[in-house]
């Protein structure tokens, strides 16, 4: 019997210790969700979820920002617009992102796939996107995924 009560109570610590764990680890992931995206990690896709600590995916921008920025500020700026369940955004954002820390570009990203009513204003149909925009209108766009010489001929042409 005293085998079984200490068996008992060594399975409700583990379950009451693994309960703590993910509790901590759900808060943490609240956290960053609303830092990036302004919203707990529940009203975020799963797949986004995934991504909040993924250093390459630390610059994320909302649409009132990138519209303040973009469309009415008329700052120039580089975009990228990304779908955090998209392969081949998934291949181009961790050759992105240090290239432009390299080349001191800063690089807002858009998850297209959170903020889905903002794809038309952009005219984002497909992606990854690279685009340019000065004085409110965009200069460029690269579309899809492109060789590594091909972005950084594209920010060293912007910069």
């Known amino acids: 019997m005293k085998k079984l009560v200490i068996f008992l109570a060594v399975i409700v610590v583990l379950f009451g210790g693994m309960y703590a764990i993910n509790r901590a680890t759900n808060g943490e992931k609240d956290e960053k969700a609303k830092e990036l995206y302004g919203v707990p990690a529940s009203q975020l896709n799963p797949v986004t979820v995934k991504l909040l600590d993924d250093p390459n995916y630390q610059s994320i921008i909302r649409p009132a920002e990138l519209e303040k920025k973009v469309l009415q500020e008329k700052q120039p700026s580089f975009v990228y617009f990304f779908a955090s369940d998209c392969p081949h955004c998934a291949?181009?954002?961790?050759?992105?992102?240090?290239?432009?820390?390299?080349?001191?570009?800063?690089?807002?990203?858009?998850?297209?796939?959170?903020?889905?009513?903002?794809?038309?204003?952009?005219?984002?149909?497909?992606?990854?996107?690279?685009?340019?925009?000065?004085?409110?209108?965009e200069v460029e766009r690269l579309v899809g995924e492109q060789s590594e010489s091909t972005y950084r001929a594209f920010f060293n042409k912007y910069k």
């Open 91 to 137: 291949r181009m954002t961790p050759i992105l992102s240090p290239m432009a820390k390299e080349l001191n570009v800063e690089l807002p990203q858009f998850n297209v796939l959170e903020y889905k009513a903002d794809r038309a204003k952009y005219k984002i149909v497909e992606w990854p996107v690279l685009a340019y925009y000065k004085d409110g209108k």
